[in-house]
Each structure stands twice: as C-alpha cells, then as structure tokens.
C-alpha cells in the first residue's frame, strides 16, 4: 500500500525523429512538472525502425508511445497493434477540446473503412499541407505579378501558375539552366492533389474498394505536371527544394512544413514568400498528412502514456512543438503562436491550406495498403518519367489494382 497516497513512480517511454530532439525534451519537462510521478524516457529513431518497432511488440518491449505516419500507422493498426483511444479521448476531451482541432485533421485521426470504422487509434501530431514557395526576387525580375499578388486578385489559378513556371524558365540555346518551377512528384500523395485538382481521384471515397483512376479528370490532372515537365520544359523532371534553396528555381511546391528549414538555409540570399495552393478546375484541395502520435496496444501503462499524448497535442503542447520545431499546430488556439514566428512571412498560407484539406488517401484503404500504394505510385511514376501515356499506364497495372481493392472488401 501507499499510505501517503502519493502515486506510484511509473516510467514510460516516447519513441521520436531524431529531428524532434530539442522540442520532445521542452516538452517532456513541461510534462514532468504536471505529474511528478510519471517519468518519460526519450528513444529515437534509427535505421529500420519501422520492423524494430513491430519487433518490439511482438516481442512485448516496445515503447509505449511514438510519432508515426502513412502507410505504417494503417498497418499497425491493422494488426491490433495499436491501443484504441476512442474510450480514453470521450472520456476526456470536451467537446470545446474537439472543436479546437481543425476539423480535416480531427477527421483524419479516425478510421473511416473496415471492422474499426469510427475508432480513433491516431492523435494528430501536427499540420502539413502542400502549398507554393515562391522566389521574390526571381518574379521582380522577369517582371511578373508576384502569386500572393495574385491570389489577392484571384487570379492564382493553374494557368498563371503555367505561364509564370514558362517566363521564369531561363535557356542557354535549347540547355535550361534555371526551370521555373519544381512541382512536388516524390510521393502519391503529393501527385494525388492533382488528380483531385482536376476533380478526380484514384479510389472512390465513397466506395473503397473502386479504382477510379480511369477518369477523363483523373488524367487531366497527371497530365497537367506532365505538360509542364516534358511539354514546356519549366518544370524540374526530378523533386529537389535544393534548386529552390540556392535560387535557380523561381516556384517551389513543397509542405508548409518545410519554411523553417528553408528560413534558415536562404537566409538573406533572396526574398521569398509562401502562397496556398493554385486553383484547379475543381479548386485547390491538398491533402492532410497524418503525422501522428499512437499508444502501444500492449503498453504496461496505457492511462499515464495517454496523459502524455493528452499533453503533447494540448495547446501548451502544440505551442512548444511550435516553438521548437516550427510545424504548423493542429489546434487553432496554437496558431497565434505560430504565426508571430515569423510576422513577415506568409505563414498564414497553412490556415488557407488546411481549409481546402483532405484526408489523406490512406485513411480510405484496407487489405494490403503497402502493396496497393506502391502498385498505384509504380503507375503514376511511369507516366511523370514520360515513359508512357496515362491511359496505357492505367491499363497496364489496372488488373493489380483491382485484384488488391477487391481483396481488401
């Protein structure tokens, strides 16, 4: 017994990005303070750490919390490794608590196919959404209307977006030595805002286990990086910020969550600023990363880790990630904070972003989501390396597609 009715010491552990290291030590102090008697041990990531986390469980000697993403948090969850926070989130979070989330991301935390349909096993982490770079300097000089100018005027749409990308573009004869933009091609994800852009998808969101990828808008939305890749030659064919970082490229697509990085690694070599997405035929959706927090379905403490994912995603929580990290907040009452980090940039362009938002496609798949998400970027990467037509393409690797959605029922 405790007959002084302190609590029992307990220890848990956070499982992190190596890049999170000053703000999960702010955090886990301010933590501390709150519940002296829990103690939190911080681990970090190395290589492989994905299979040495479900090692860990299976071996039952994982951490009991960690920063996460997609596919790999659908996997986990999948396999019941995952604590389900739905009774511990409606047990504590009130409904002025839920309403402070912005509603993409608290919408993003839950499952939405399957058995666990409307269970939450995620708890947002922060905000990433796709939105434009662009080089002052580099629009001054061609003599062209700047986009935030632009998108005042209402006038940032995926035509101006094209002819600035093509006056920004500067050849030597027929060798480009600066393109005018980078268009952001590394990730489905990324490539799939196009696609939604245009008014098309890959998966029917409201039946997933269709492939909708054969649509005319589908294609138009592919289509249009491509043009600018191999039609107009302003586009980079491969995604580097780099060409963004030392000023030969005046565009770059990028997350809102690279403007810290990029703050310091331009420093005052040249003015930039930060636009929302341009606007599509279907508008300017962008989808949501979900970046996430998660509780080992076998942690020994699951009430005192979930105090500490409570905290990490609080306001004060949030407003130390801000601070230390630079990652927009998924709670709107930390979104002051973020903003006075930097007055006179545009971080503000987030708000904008995340209102356009949604769910990421991994929140709609079942069954085998690695495979199904590799056999759908194998077919959109042929396409962007000119390798072949879209149609071709969607035939091509249509029966695969299938066969995986179907299995997934």
Known sequence: GNPTGAKEQVTISLLSQTASADCVAVQIAEFEKLHPHIRVESLFMTGGWQDKLVTEMLAGTAPDAFEFWSPFNQQLRQRGLLLNLTPYMQRDFTAEDIADFFPTVWETSFTRIGPQAGSQFIMP???NVMVFHYSIDRFRAAGLSEPLDLDARGEWNWQTLRDSARKLTIRDGAQVTHYGAVISISSLPRVLNWIWGAGGDLIDPNDPSKFVGDTPEAEAGVQFICDMIWQDGSASPTFSSGLFINGTVGILEDGMGVV????KRIGDNFRWNSVRRAEGPAGRPGYLVDDSYGIWAESPHPDETWELVKFLVSREGQEIMV???????????AVRAYLNLAPDHNLRAF?????????????RMQGDIATLYSTLWAMLTSVLNNSQPYRVAVEAYRSQI????AEAR
């Open 260 to 263: 810290p990085t990029l703050r």
């Open 402 to 405: 299938e066969a995986l959605l």
């Open 323 to 333: 601070k230390y990290s630079g990652y927009p907040p998924v709670r709107r009452s």
């Open 125 to 127: 982490r922060y905000i």
């Open 351 to 363: 708000a904008d972003a995340v209102a356009d938002s949604r769910p990421t496609i991994f929140s």
